[in-house]
């Protein structure tokens, strides 16, 4: 994951520090997939990987959520 800012590109080692200690990795890691659907389905991107987070490769609702 990159984040577009205004000084350029706000790269995952800045990122995933933040969001595991504000806790929300199971939305996280369900809300990637779900923007990667979302932009492919709009005909934005060609192709993509991602990766989940440990706690979240072990959390049932990230595991369960099936990909359309």
């Given at each position: 994951?990159?984040?577009r800012?205004?000084?350029?590109?706000?790269?995952?080692?800045?990122?995933?520090?933040?969001?595991?200690?504000?806790?929300?990795?199971?939305?996280f890691?369900?809300?990637?997939?779900?923007?990667?659907?979302?932009?492919?389905e709009?005909?934005?991107?060609?192709?993509?990987?991602?990766?989940?987070?440990?706690?979240?490769?072990?959390?049932?609702?990230?595991?369960?959520?099936?990909?359309?």
């Amino acid at each position: 994951m990159r984040i577009r800012g205004v000084h350029g590109l706000i790269m995952p080692g800045s990122i995933f520090p933040v969001a595991e200690l504000r806790g929300p990795e199971p939305e996280f890691d369900l809300a990637v997939p779900e923007r990667v659907r979302r932009d492919l389905e709009d005909g934005r991107g060609a192709g993509v990987s991602f990766n989940v987070s440990g706690p979240g490769i072990v959390n049932a609702r990230v595991n369960d959520k099936p990909m359309q």
